[in-house]
């Protein structure tokens, strides 16, 4: 157990401690600051919780099954917060959070993930046509999410402020992103009957396990997988709601904007687990599943959980949630997206390029931390 909670998968367990603590200190009314920090690192353990129960029910379930939970799940403790966010209201920062996640795993866990697994290595090489297809998918999905920002700026009132908390839009743009919202919903579930039926040996790569994992520790049942599943989900739901109930407090006791603890600070702590996994399986020279990881978790946050979002926008919170982005925002999907479309058209990287990348994603976080 030792040995496994110091591995490259199980350290986020340590952080468990983090989850009672959090609610001792919501119940206490402890300082906004406090819960948000506590809170937002007791989400690191109950995602990768639930992202390990999904991998084990994923092995029991073949190959179909398997993707499909795996591609369902991906993102799940993204979308719960987001879910939690927009009852209370806080449309950018739902909006911010999604657009983080699309910066997070283009930028600094792919560029991570090439820096360190190109360390000692000339070159690290990967499956140049499987993630020039999940670029693709994103380059679609931002064509079609920056449109109703386009339009909001040609006929509309102008794109939101980076420290704007929910604006009400005309119902002309709301069904506007309803429509584009189906519509790559739709192409969603395209692209897993490519990759999960008719192409799924491209996107398969092989993940060795490590450790005690190699030596034979028994996999979970499938009725240990769906309990830890129901917990992992339950955990996040009570964390959600504690880190988000004190977002708008903490972001003034901090001197941060909501818009910056969104973007960088939510998106990052929803999907720690997993992008440590990245990282880690680059540093085994596993580049296929590290890009697979990164650039496949941004297509899904951008044909399904944004969409998801904005469809379910319409009957939670007061009004519905439109694709309506700031500035930062459209420019910081517009770069990420031509940036991934570029490193992952050559199949190989270098360590060179992964800084390249931090570099960038660096840069975009300074300017949302002065917007």
Do not use: C
């Amino acid at each position: 157990m030792r040995r496994y909670l110091l591995s490259g998968e199980g350290w986020p367990y340590l952080l468990v401690p983090f989850i009672p603590l959090a609610i001792v200190l919501d119940v206490a009314n402890a300082t906004a600051t406090a819960i948000f920090i506590v809170s937002a690192i007791g989400v690191i353990p109950t995602a990768a919780l639930m992202g390990k129960a999904t991998e084990e029910l994923a092995a029991r379930s073949g190959p179909g099954i398997g993707g499909l939970l795996n591609v369902t799940f991906g993102n799940a403790p993204e979308i719960i917060i987001a879910v939690f966010a927009l009852a209370e209201g806080l449309q950018e920062v739902v909006k911010a959070s999604l657009v983080g996640s699309i910066l997070g795993n283009t930028l600094l866990v792919l560029g991570a993930a090439a820096f360190v697994g190109g360390l000692g290595r000339d070159r690290q090489y990967f499956n140049r046509t499987a993630a020039s297809v999940q670029s693709a998918m994103l380059l679609l999905a931002t064509a079609a999410l920056v449109m109703p920002a386009v339009y909001e700026m040609s006929v509309g009132r102008g794109l939101p402020a980076p420290t704007a908390v929910h604006i009400d839009y005309d119902p002309t743009v709301e069904h506007l992103s309803l429509a584009v919202a189906i519509i790559l919903m739709l192409t969603y579930v395209a692209g897993l009957i490519f990759s999960l039926k008719t192409h799924r040996d491209l996107f398969n790569p092989p993940h060795e396990k490590e450790g005690e994992e190699e030596g034979g520790r028994a996999p979970w049942s499938v009725r240990r997988s769906v309990v830890m599943l129901a917990i992992a989900g339950v955990a996040v739901g009570v964390m959600s709601e504690i880190l988000v109930g004190s977002i708008s407090e903490a972001a003034k006791g901090i001197g941060l904007s909501e818009f910056f603890i969104g973007v960088i600070v939510v998106a990052i702590v929803g999907n720690a687990a997993e992008h440590w996994v990245a990282v880690f399986v680059a540093h085994k020279n596993q580049m296929d599943l590290a890009v697979n990881i990164a650039v496949g978790s941004a297509a899904q946050v951008a044909l399904f959980a944004i969409p998801l979002l904005v469809l379910l926008s319409f009957v939670i919170g007061d009004f519905p949630m439109p694709l309506v982005f700031n500035g930062f925002e459209l420019a910081g999907i517009i770069l990420a997206v031509i940036i991934a479309i570029q490193v992952t058209n050559e199949g190989e990287t270098t360590w060179f390029e992964g800084l390249e990348l931090l570099a960038v994603y660096v840069i975009l976080a300074l300017a949302f931390g002065f917007a």
